[in-house]
């Protein structure tokens, strides 16, 4: 199992950036790849971006593609979610999630990950 503890939300105004920050403890040479999710309030979880552990090719939900990059960083056994621009739609629970070895990932499915953090709170007042 992987621990993952995210941090670096809050209340902000739009336009505004943050760093959302998620640190992986325990069997971290299990991760594979990571990803971010958000839950706003009334609707379902959906994805925001994905990235391989190691680096390469990253992936993005459409609405914060050109807003949002997603990295890691190995030695810190963590990844993190650059977001800009903030919009009151950004406004949601964000969480982050990993995925063991599976021959097929794809990132924007929630059952493609093995742990969730408990998730950070991301407040954008208009």
């Known amino acids: 199992q992987v621990q993952l503890v995210e941090s670096g939300g809050g209340l902000v105004q739009a336009g505004e950036s943050l760093r959302l920050s998620c640190a992986a403890s325990?069997?971290?040479?299990?991760?594979?790849?990571a990803g971010w999710f958000r839950q706003a309030p009334g609707k379902a979880r959906e994805f925001v971006a994905g990235v391989p552990w190691t680096g390469g090719n990253t992936y993005y939900e459409n609405s914060v593609k050109d807003r949002c990059t997603i990295s890691t960083d190995n030695a810190k056994n963590t990844v993190y979610l650059q977001m800009n621009s903030l919009k009151p739609e950004d406004t949601a629970v964000y969480y982050c999630?990993?995925?063991?070895?599976?021959?097929?990932?794809?990132?924007?499915?929630?059952?493609?990950?093995?742990?969730w953090g408990q998730g950070t709170q991301v407040t954008v007042s208009s």
């Open positions: 325990g069997r971290t040479f299990s991760i594979y790849r």
């Open positions: 999630a990993v995925s063991f070895f599976r021959r097929t990932w794809r990132p924007w499915i929630e059952d493609d990950y093995d742990n």
